[in-house]
């Protein structure tokens, strides 16, 4: 089968794409042959092996998951023998992080806790933006952000997967939403929804004179004691992605921007597919709309990776394998 081969670490332009053996599943594994996938922070991160402390996430020196990729749509074609929940023939989709990566390939082995039956009114493409992105966005905002009507809410990172599903998710809930991105993105966001939006480039939304009731945060550049001066009294700051400084900072010092000014600052961490399946439940007859970047050939995967490092993507960088 083809695959993105990750042998070391450094510019994805180093990728290559090989011929693997196709993997058989074990007792609660699953055999699916993926028709999409995703790029996502962990493959920019994983491939470079940078910041250095990632390393002992995927492997010291050397890449402990030779094919990067962690979500995916496509077709089961064989099942392991205690496999229960699925059989020959479904359609599935996920984020399998919690087991293993291996995505950005034609087939693909992983527990069967990893995959959800795919929605029928959802295309692959389709399906292979959601895990990932909107369960950040919706635990960000929901789970952890405790979203109510009528809130005034600040998505940063509003043109990546994130915060299309965000803005989404947010007027679900009749709340006042500020977009803050750049470039072309910009557009794109006030297509989408967005009640304001800032060009970080312009402007630091951490100076704003506005307070927010909740911020959901996809960059964190930025210090706890900066995201509490633009939150209001007993706001929620709630970050999935950043900078490996701001989040140590978060980390550290968020606890103590609570004790000071009753405000709550605080890093998510993801649980991968939880109320995914809910996703009809969350928008009754109203369609999400999949905001895909896409979809490209397997072959395109080097190009992608830096595309999406560089930021330039709006919503999901998707691919199909049914292009090359």
Not at 144 to 151: A, F, L
Not at 173 to 191: F, I, P, Q, S
Not at 207 to 219: G, P, S, V, W, Y
Not at 294 to 300: T, V
Request: aromatic share 8%; charged share 20%; with cysteine.
């Amino acid at each position: 089968m083809k695959a993105i081969l990750l042998k070391k670490y450094g510019p994805p332009t180093d990728l290559q794409v090989g011929e693997v053996p196709k993997p058989e599943p074990t007792d609660r594994q699953v055999l699916v042959k993926i028709h999409a996938t995703a790029i996502n922070d962990y493959d920019w991160s994983m491939v470079r092996g940078r910041p250095v402390l990632y390393q002992l996430l995927y492997g010291v020196g050397k890449p402990k998951h030779p094919i990067p990729g962690m979500e995916l749509s496509g077709t089961i074609e064989a099942v392991g023998d205690k496999v229960t929940q699925h059989q020959v023939g479904d359609a599935v989709f996920g984020d399998t992080s919690d087991f293993s990566f291996g995505t950005l390939a034609e087939y693909i082995c992983v527990h069967e806790n990893a995959l959800l039956k795919k929605p029928a009114h959802l295309s692959f493409e389709e399906a292979a933006s959601l895990p990932h992105a909107y369960g950040l966005a919706y635990q960000g905002l929901v789970d952890k952000g405790q979203i109510t009507k009528g809130m005034k809410v600040l998505i940063n990172g509003a043109g990546g997967g994130v915060g299309t599903f965000g803005i989404q998710i947010a007027k679900l809930y009749n709340a006042e939403v500020t977009g803050v991105d750049t470039g072309e993105k910009l557009n794109r966001l006030k297509t989408l929804g967005f009640d304001h939006i800032i060009d970080y480039k312009q402007q630091d939304f951490t100076q704003l004179a506005t307070q927010f009731d909740l911020i959901l945060d996809a960059k964190s550049t930025h210090g706890p004691f900066a995201y509490a001066r633009v939150l209001k009294p007993v706001g929620r700051y709630v970050t999935v992605g950043g900078t490996v400084g701001a989040l140590l900072r978060i980390a550290l010092f968020g606890s103590l921007v609570k004790w000071l000014h009753k405000k709550h600052v605080e890093i998510l961490a993801l649980k991968p597919n939880k109320d995914i399946d809910k996703i009809d439940q969350h928008f009754g007859e109203k369609k999400l709309d999949c905001v895909i970047d896409g979809p490209y050939p397997l072959s395109e995967t080097p190009r992608l990776i830096q595309y999406f490092g560089e930021g330039r993507h709006t919503g999901k960088i998707i691919i199909s394998m049914n292009m090359d």
